[in-house]
């Protein structure tokens, strides 16, 4: 087995540590231990961030799905340009277009 040297292990463990930082988690204000999140969706959360090595509390909110909106905002939304309003068909008459009508049948 190859060992691996420690200053690469603990190189890739501070790169771990530092990406993990100010991730939020949500946390229910309930007794025993803490389960599954949609078991008690309607008890209040306490919100905390991973600081490296501990987490910290960084406030309370009233139920599950406020806590969802503080974990897990929403995206901006991205318009497309007008130009892309219609669809880009090209010259041809491949079988997913229709034929133009003629003057006899229609």
Known sequence: MDEEPLEEWARRREERRTASKGKLRAVPLT???H???HVEPHAPRVI???KG???ATI???KDLATAKTLLHPPQPVTEEPAEQD???L???RG???RTAPTEEGR
């Open 95 to 97: 079988r997913h277009r």
């Open 53 to 55: 090595e501990e987490w």
């Open 35 to 37: 389960r599954a999140a």
């Open 86 to 88: 219609h669809q880009m």
């Open 59 to 61: 406030g309370v909110v």
């Open 31 to 33: 007794e025993g231990r």
């Open 90 to 92: 090209g010259q041809g």
């Open 48 to 50: 905390q961030e991973w």
